[in-house]
Nanobody, 117 residues
Framework: QVQLVESGGGLVQAGGSLRLSCAAS????????MGWFRQAPGKQRELVAR???????NYADSAKGRFTISRDNGKNTVYLQMISLKPEDTAVYYC???????????WGQGTQVTVSS
């Protein structure tokens, strides 16, 4: 059974930092494209950052320069380091594991990030 378990969310003041973790089980995360998405109330889920199985990375414009995605293959875990947080970063953050060649697409349950002004 595949599980993606996010942790590290919480309440932080504007300008603060958080590090989200996504621990994967049931899959070898290093062979998947791993991504962080977020969904704010009343808005569609959007990509924040993705690290591809080959190691390349892309970020949403809103995340560039402030967020860093990384992976620890030994721990089967993906991280999202967030600094200089803004109130507009408030959302539920979801971890995603994707391997389109075989049709795999998994989601975690989400972790709430709230940034107060």
């Amino acid at each position: 059974q595949v599980q993606l378990v996010e942790s590290g969310g919480g309440l932080v003041q504007a300008g603060g930092s958080l590090r989200l973790s996504c621990a994967a089980s049931g899959i070898i995360s290093s062979v998947y494209h791993m991504g962080w998405f977020r969904q704010a109330p009343g808005k569609q889920r959007e990509l924040v950052a993705r690290i591809f199985r080959g190691g390349s990375i892309n970020y949403a414009d809103s995340a560039k320069g402030r967020f860093t995605i990384s992976r620890d293959n030994g721990k089967n875990t993906v991280y999202l380091q967030m600094i200089s947080l803004k109130p507009e970063d408030t959302a539920v953050y979801y971890c995603n594991a994707n391997w389109p060649v075989i049709g795999d697409d998994y989601w975690g349950q989400g972790t709430q990030v709230t940034v107060s002004s």
